[in-house]
């Protein structure tokens, strides 16, 4: 079955810097659309990145110029580079992957704090 897991998420001061990774398994991952969610505490789940199967990439404008979405598909892993963190950038953050339908990761928390 499909699964996506996540990584690199953790306490991070603001302005610094962490790289999100979500392995893939259990499908033929380039045919995928990947993207990367958030939620914060009390708020619904936004979009923050998505990349195409031909690797173009999509930002929200909250993270535009901050964030890059990337995919290997040799290794079945998409990644968010994720720069100048500031506090409300604080989320769990979600792996997906949509191909006829939408699958999710479990999460993995960011949290942005001095």
Same mark, same amino acid.
């Given at each position: %079955?499909?699964?996506?897991? =996540?990584?690199?998420? *953790?306490?991070? %001061? ?7 990774? $979500?392995a &893939?398994?259990g499908?033929?991952f380039?045919? #995928? &659309? ?5 939620q914060?505490? *009390?708020?619904?789940? =936004?979009l923050? &990145? /998505?990349? /195409?199967?031909?690797? /173009?990439? !999509?930002?929200?404008?909250?993270v535009? *110029?901050?964030f890059?979405?990337?995919?290997d598909n040799?290794k079945?892993?998409?990644y968010?580079?994720? !720069? ?7 989320a769990?953050?979600? $792996?997906?992957?949509t191909?006829?339908? /939408? #699958?999710w990761?479990?999460?993995t ?5 001095s």
């Amino acid at each position: %079955q499909v699964q996506l897991v =996540e990584s690199g998420g *953790g306490l991070v %001061q603001p302005g610094g810097s962490l790289r999100l990774s $979500c392995a &893939a398994s259990g499908m033929i991952f380039r045919n #995928y &659309a990947m993207g990367w969610y958030r939620q914060a505490s *009390g708020k619904q789940r =936004e979009l923050v &990145a /998505t990349i /195409t199967s031909a690797g /173009t990439p !999509n930002y929200s404008d909250s993270v535009k *110029g901050r964030f890059t979405i990337s995919r290997d598909n040799a290794k079945n892993t998409v990644y968010l580079q994720m !720069n100048s963190l500031k506090p409300e950038d604080t989320a769990v953050y979600y $792996c997906s992957g949509t191909y006829y339908r /939408t #699958y999710w990761g479990q999460g993995t928390q960011v949290t942005v704090s001095s």
